[in-house]
């Protein structure tokens, strides 16, 4: 396979001289870049970096990015891209002034979506998920979790993982899967939610484990949905067959959540939209990480996460898109590294290290993706003309890539 040399980056982004495995706390503010710099990719790999005054002269392919950045590809730790239809019935309802719970309880919500995902053939949830990969791949994402969840049954739970397991099978990006049974208690167990959880815990965990469907095991732990104790249960039984945890926690209320997957070494706990002084104590105390959503946060009307709060606390943050039907509709990274800058108040250098070191961290990929440095996989974005770092989130809604390169070769989708 030929090498392949970016040349006359106006600022790489992201260079490691020394890989760090995690930005936290007020290393969080420092995020290494290199001007007027060349990047040598050979194989699927990163091979060299350095200013343009020691650039190599020759190589099989040149690409010019004079005036651009280079950033190591987005990693998104958090998406439920499986999915049947949208909800945008749900949307104006809310700008009506029904609240996210209300819709929930009248069984919308991740019910209307377990609904409609049953009918759904596992062929045409294929085909939707990938388009919507490749969408997000078009965006800038070059690593991405994916959750099942709008099963909710045996059976469908099942369906949505083994569509996650075939776009493995066809993604240039890599995908880790999570399971999520326990997302909201299904109509038909209302009356009867611990036999539900003993469906999670004693038929679809075991089967999931024993398909190899998943790495890490997710439950909503929050008002209205999974208590502390049936997440406890739920996770103990994932950790019994080989699944981490990973959590929803804390968006609709301090539910606990954040303290029971820290005590459960879950690997992250996600939201966080309601977290105080215990919540930020239990998570110094673990090493669980802190994932924010902010794109929940701007659909649903609902609070930010004290994302300064926790760095100012010595956490490393975590920034993703939840992008699902019915409260983020958006796979768009870099519209949620603006919302997590405008509305959050973290500085561009601390986005960036969320949604792209921390971001790999949170699915476990730090040794391959989430920098530039060398050894590490070729995947990377080269933005449109941009005068600065900061003008990346500044620049809001914007597309600010213009070449998707994955595995080493330029993405043509
Ligand atoms: O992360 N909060 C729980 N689950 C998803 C939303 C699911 C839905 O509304 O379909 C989330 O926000
Ligand atoms: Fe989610």
């Not at 968006?251 to 966080?272: I, K, P, T, W």
């Not at 603006?338 to 961290?361: D, F, Q, V, Y």
């Not at 809001?396 to 070449?403: A, H, K, L, Q, S």
Request: one cysteine or more; hydrophobic letters at 40%; aromatic letters at 8%.
């Amino acid at each position: 396979m030929p090498n392949l040399l970016i040349r006359h980056i106006k600022t790489l982004v992201q260079a490691e001289t020394r890989p760090r495995p995690i930005a936290a706390g007020a290393d969080m503010a420092e995020l290494p870049v290199l001007h007027d710099a060349w990047l040598l990719l050979e194989n699927d790999r990163i091979a060299a970096f350095g200013p343009m005054s020691n650039c190599p002269e020759r190589a099989d392919k040149t690409i010019d990015a004079t005036g651009r950045l280079v950033l190591p590809s987005w990693c998104d730790s958090h998406t439920h891209i499986v999915f049947a239809a949208t909800r945008e019935e749900e949307f104006v309802g809310r700008i009506r002034g029904l609240s996210y719970e209300e819709i929930a309880r009248n069984g919308g919500g991740i019910l209307n979506s377990a609904q409609r995902l049953q009918q759904t053939p596992e062929e045409k949830l294929f085909e939707d998920a990938w388009q919507r990969l490749q969408e997000v791949i078009r965006f800038g994402t070059g690593a991405i979790e994916i959750k099942s969840g709008y099963g909710l049954s045996v059976e469908s739970e099942l369906k949505i993982l083994r569509v996650i397991r075939r776009l493995k099978s066809v993604s240039p990006i890599p995908i880790k899967a999570t399971f999520l049974g326990a997302h909201a208690i299904p109509t038909d167990f209302k009356h009867r939610r611990q036999e539900y959880v003993d469906l999670v815990v004693q038929q679809m965990i075991p089967r999931v484990a024993e398909e190899g469907l998943a790495d890490y095991c997710d439950v909503f732990c929050d008002r209205g949905f999974f208590t502390v104790e049936e997440t406890e249960r739920i996770l103990q039984a994932g950790w019994a067959h080989g699944l981490k945890p990973k959590i929803h926690a804390n968006e609709l209320d301090f539910s606990g959540g954040v303290q029971v997957g820290v005590a459960n070494r879950a690997v992250s706990v996600d939201h966080l939209e309601h977290a105080g002084d215990a919540e930020i104590e239990a998570l110094r105390a673990g090493h669980t990480l802190p994932t924010l959503l902010p794109g929940c946060s701007f659909f649903l009307g609902i609070p930010y996460a004290p994302a300064r709060r926790l760095i100012d606390a010595g956490l490393p943050v975590v920034l993703a898109t939840d992008y699902n039907p019915g409260s983020s509709p958006s796979g768009r990274m870099a519209f949620v590294v603006s919302l997590a800058c405008i509305k959050m108040k973290m500085l561009p250098e601390e986005a960036i290290n969320a949604a792209t070191l921390n971001g790999s961290r949170a699915i476990e990929l730090q040794d391959e993706y989430g920098s530039i440095a060398v050894g590490k996989k070729a995947n990377l974005f080269i933005t449109k003309p941009l005068a600065s770092v900061a003008q990346l989130p500044y620049s809001f809604g914007n597309d600010p890539v213009e070449t998707v390169v994955l595995n080493g070769r330029v993405w043509e989708g």
